[in-house]
């Protein structure tokens, strides 16, 4: 498990048309992101992904099988800010750090808030960030 505030890359992602359009079709069915013709007529001018797409794919894809096997319960999500839009076959970043932790009473679980920040590969923007607090057990 990371010590609290280092930070990891955790992976890089892009999305095609084709899985953004099958995400936002279960979903988040706005046309910007089942259309390539809406999104084209979009404030973003394109199609674009679905906000939370590009976390759920992190977080099934490099998270879960790094730190699956520890996880009790989800326990919140907050803060999430979607500040650009992830477009197809661009490539994304996340960044991951361990805020806090605090060992429970029991010495059997700990309480992490986790940091997640996504970039543009090769960019300092950041496009989207949320935390999580997960209820672990100890390793």
């Not at 979009?42 to 674009?48: C, D, P, T």
């Amino acid at each position: 498990m990371l010590a609290p505030g280092k930070s990891i890359l955790l992976g890089k992602l892009s999305l095609s048309e084709a899985e953004i359009i099958e995400y936002a079709k279960t979903f988040d069915p706005l046309p910007f992101h089942t259309s390539e013709e809406a999104g084209k007529k979009s404030m973003f001018g394109s199609l674009i992904a679905s906000g939370p797409h590009a976390f759920q794919v992190m977080y099934r894809r490099f998270w879960i099988p790094l730190y699956g096997d520890t996880v009790l319960a989800g326990l919140e999500v907050n803060n999430w800010k979607f500040l650009k839009p992830v477009y197809p076959n661009m490539e994304v970043e996340c960044h991951i750090k361990v805020l806090s932790k605090k060992l429970n009473s029991d010495q059997k679980t700990q309480i992490i808030r986790w940091s997640y920040e996504f970039n543009y590969s090769g960019s300092t923007d950041l496009i989207q960030s949320l935390e999580t607090t997960i209820l672990h057990r100890t390793e």
